[in-house]
């Protein structure tokens, strides 16, 4: 069984990250909008996603919040709440922040809060967790207030510092300069996906947290839609089967806005599989400058 939870969560986790990808440009100055998405998963699963893009003199913020619950064939009711927020500049990837928490039966059974800040060889990476609140208090006071689920969503960010983050080089992104075209998971599926070239491309994607096989390579294929346009990639991590392939799709409007996404991920202890649809937006898209 415990082999099983584990692939569950690392699916889970493959699931929220989106696993579609595309290429930045760069964004015209005070724009911004919220869009909003709902869906289910197997395992009776139930998915919220709330996306909010703002671009500022060529500087874009992308912050996404996820929750998820599942119920297992053991009658465990897993809640997953996952927040990204990434910030590019001049088409690449300048910082991402992950806020992840992992509830059983409504009790706390991992929260974690990673900051990746890019530097002249990589990514660095820092880290607040605890596996108790005493233990968050005692060794990250000037955050408490942040260890309650229900300030999941909450501004975070601001207080990181205060709360004397544990410094990660087995988490670190190193070795050579980045790639300038690697792209974080949900930023990618909620936002840059929808601006994707007519021929798709080959597309390398951050996992950030794990320790080892944190990248996914997507080649991602574009397919003209008669309301919009499809893209699909075969999704390849070392916690997945070849056999079934898993894959993820994303459809987009003509006017530029993500309408749904689909998984559909297969394992040695498992499968996991849904289907994330639009609800509404607020305000106009995020164009990249020059268009699509």
Known sequence: MGRYLRFLETATGLLLTGIVAAPFCATDASAGEVCHFAGTTNYAGHVAVTATVAATDGVTKVDVTVALDVTTMFWFHMHYLVEEVSTWRAGELESVAVNYRYLLNGHIMRQRWD????????????????????????????????????????????????????????????????????RSPLAMAFYWVRWLPPGGQDVLVFLPGL?????????????????????????????????????????????GHLLQLAFDLHGPHGTATGVIRQEGCEGDPVVPSGGR
Request: hydrophobic letters at 35%; proline letters at 11%.
């Open 115 to 182: 900051d990746f800040q890019r530097g002249p060889d990589g990514l660095r990476a820092l880290r607040v967790q605890a596996n108790s609140l005493a233990d968050f208090r005692r060794n990250h006071a000037g955050f408490v207030q942040h260890w309650d689920p229900a300030t999941f969503g909450d501004p975070w960010l601001q207080d990181y510092q205060a709360a004397s983050p544990e410094r990660r080089p087995d988490l670190d992104i190193s070795g050579s300069p980045l790639s300038p075209a690697l």
């Open 211 to 255: 320790k080892t096989e944190h990248f996914v390579d997507l080649p991602i294929s574009v397919a003209s839609w008669s309301d919009g346009t499809q893209w699909q990639a075969p999704v390849r991590h070392p916690e997945l089967s070849e056999t079934p392939a898993s894959t993820a799709t994303a459809w987009a409007s003509p006017d």
